[in-house]
């Protein structure tokens, strides 16, 4: 059975500060992996690794996927309060679009 | 361009009732897929639709069902409805469903008493 696995499970930082976010995966036919912000409804697209070592950047948001040992990070630099969510990373396999995803990370930034 | 749009936004059914949710797909994506969303269970894949065939399903009971139209709008039908079934429906659209970033709609709040 594919499985994703994200850790930790919720975070608490102070403004400022910088956070790593893991997500190790266990699945079959694997093509990428998604990364999710999901504040109140519908998660919203961070980035898409499909090659191992590229490091993806947007702004203060940073992710890598590391295909050899199933696991991917994503790191968020100088936080702001406008970061606090939860964050999901999420495999995508065989053909189509079927994606399998973690339990996700709650992320809490406080002033 | 407009999101995607899914109706109703809220709903509340009994026990052994029916339900029909829709999900209409950014305009000119073909592939829509449907995930429930529970706090203890996550995210979890349902199916995918690709030019009204089913793709791929995922681990859910025969009472979940769906379908999508010529037009690319899809439904899905969860019948004899149990408490469990009470999560949020989100549904994400992509262009031919082929590995490109899926977009999500706000969901459906399905809450069964």
């Known amino acids: 059975e594919d499985k994703v696995v994200q850790s930790p499970l919720s975070l608490v930082v102070h403004e400022g500060d910088t956070v790593t976010l893991n997500c190790s995966y266990e699945v079959t036919n694997f093509r990428s992996l998604l990364w999710y912000k999901q504040e109140k409804k519908a998660p919203t697209f961070l980035f898409m690794l499909t090659s191992s070592g590229i490091e993806k950047k947007s702004g203060r948001l940073s992710s890598i996927l590391d295909k050899k040992e199933l696991f991917s990070i994503l790191n968020i630099t100088a936080t702001q309060t406008g970061d606090s969510a939860v964050y999901l990373c999420?495999?995508?396999?065989?053909?189509?679009?079927?994606?399998?995803f973690g339990t996700g990370t709650q992320l809490k930034v406080e002033l | 361009k407009a999101g995607v749009t899914q109706t109703p936004r809220y709903l509340i059914k009994t026990r052994g009732q029916q339900v029909t949710l829709s999900c209409s797909p950014i305009?000119?994506?073909?592939?829509v897929s449907w995930y429930q969303q529970t706090p203890g269970q996550g995210l979890q894949f349902l199916f995918e639709y690709f030019s009204e065939t089913q793709r791929n399903k995922g681990n859910f009971p025969g009472r979940f069902s769906g379908r999508q139209f010529s037009n690319s709008r899809s439904e899905m039908n969860v019948s004899t409805l149990e408490l469990g079934d009470s999560a949020l429906y989100l549904c994400a659209s992509s262009l031919v469903g082929y590995g490109e970033t899926q977009y999500f709609g706000p969901g459906t709040r399905l809450l069964v008493l």
């Open positions: 999420a495999a995508l396999t065989g053909g189509g679009n079927k994606l399998t």
């Open positions: 305009s000119g994506h073909r592939s």
